[in-house]
């Protein structure tokens, strides 16, 4: 029943007519963000207006108000209390009004509240933003909405999300992720703020009606098990500036991806664009160090699940580099720091980063201590990168861009970080 009753509701909203509704109060501005979202909520008799013609958007609602909503949007208008339905169904007192003790103990019912949430003990009280990303996540759980598997993108995502309370934590990020409650333009949440009738509304009608969640018509990719969008980071346990999401795979669009999803392709196929693999390969070559006969390099622990490290370093352990058979060929795949001692002649050091499921690669940096196709010795080190047909001499930690800063050579994809 209760599912049913949330597609009718649903077609009801997109059936409003927003137009006609804007017009009925005259503190409901046209263009207001919550203009929509009060229009909706009008029609589904959610909120009701005030005699002299008015919204209030900006008047704080209490949590029983939001309580009676939320449960009467999801399983209908409650019976008044008489007789046996005036029992409270907790073993906590509280104050609530009479016309909402029906709503408290249909909402305990419905898990929306629990014996543990004594915040609601008391009448009259504001609702605040936490206490509201808790109501609406139990609802939509209660409607059966998957939750969300992993909310760490959505907790980078929220500025003072360090400053939430433990207790409302996950159902800020489920509530955020799902797209029924947004965060201010600042980037904050602010779980204790007050919630007024413009907010409650936009909360009330997102939960109800899924087309109207933010990124509600967005394709959402399986990656190794979770739904991420076309552009949110796909790590975000790593510095901002090495974040990547799928848009930064190396494919034509949005448009050619899609349809080689369709045919079963994944994100672990595809490359990374040049641009964002040589800012990682770039790492490795600042930290690579050569003192004596020992060699050290860091590989870092940035790359997304689909990508992988494929590093090779190649030396002698004798001074003459004659007899190839001789060389010894290391291949780094994980991150981590590496040394290497008895390095008596260097090959060189190659970096590259490849999907998980395929050999091919976008850019690649090296540094060669011999001549190629000899083995004839360098009198110092050199650097090369595969988008410019030059080479530089290599300097111990120094990067990509203080190579090339005073190059004035063509430089093939130019690379902008």
Not at 117 to 138: H, Q, S, V
């Amino acid at each position: 029943m209760k599912k049913i009753l949330a597609v009718v509701l649903s077609v009801a909203a997109l059936a409003s007519t927003t137009s006609a509704l804007a017009s009925t109060y005259s503190d409901v501005p046209e263009n207001a963000w919550y203009t929509g979202y009060v229009n909706k909520i009008s029609e589904l008799k959610g909120f009701a207006g005030y005699e002299d013609n008015t919204f209030r958007p900006d008047n704080q609602i209490t949590q029983e108000e939001f309580v009676k909503t939320v449960v009467a949007l999801t399983v209908g208008e409650q019976p008044e209390a008489t007789g046996e339905n005036t029992e409270p169904k907790r073993s906590w007192k509280n104050c609530w009004d009479s016309w909402a003790q029906p709503y408290l103990n249909k909402a305990m019912e419905m898990g929306l509240i629990t014996e543990e949430d004594t915040d609601f003990r008391y009448n009259g009280l504001p609702c605040t933003r936490g206490n509201m990303a808790k109501i609406a996540t139990r609802a939509f759980e209660y409607l059966k909405e998957e939750d969300i598997a992993d909310t760490s993108t959505y907790a980078a995502k929220l500025k003072d999300y360090s400053d939430i309370p433990d207790k409302f934590k996950s159902y800020v990020l489920q509530a955020y992720g799902k797209g029924i409650i947004s965060g201010y333009e600042d980037g904050t949440f602010r779980s204790d703020g007050i919630l007024t009738r413009a907010e409650a509304s936009s909360v009330l009608v997102r939960l109800i009606d899924k087309a109207e969640r933010p990124n509600a018509d967005e394709t959402l990719y399986d990656y190794f098990g979770r739904k991420v969008t076309w552009t949110e980071p796909l790590r975000t346990d790593v510095p901002e500036q090495y974040q990547v999401s799928i848009s930064d795979h190396d494919v034509i669009s949005q448009a050619n991806y899609n349809e080689s999803v369709q045919l079963g392709g994944t994100p672990s196929d595809y490359c990374l664009s040049r641009s964002k693999a040589m800012m990682f390969e770039d790492l490795v070559l600042q930290s690579i160090r050569y003192d004596g006969d020992t060699i050290t390099l860091t590989v870092p622990d940035y790359l997304p699940e689909s990508q992988r490290w494929v590093i090779s370093v190649g030396y002698w352990e004798t001074d003459k580099d004659c007899d190839m058979t001789n060389v010894k060929n290391v291949k780094i795949t994980e991150p981590g720091e590496y040394s290497f001692s008895g390095v008596k002649l260097m090959g060189g050091v190659i970096m590259t980063i490849k999907p998980q499921n395929s050999n091919s690669f976008t850019s690649l940096i090296e540094v060669t201590y011999e001549e190629p196709l000899s083995s004839e010795r360098l009198d110092k080190p050199e650097v090369s990168f595969n988008n410019m047909h030059t080479h530089f001499e290599w300097v111990q930690g120094q990067g990509y861009k203080d190579y090339i800063k005073d190059f004035d050579g063509e430089i093939a994809y130019p690379v902008e970080w």
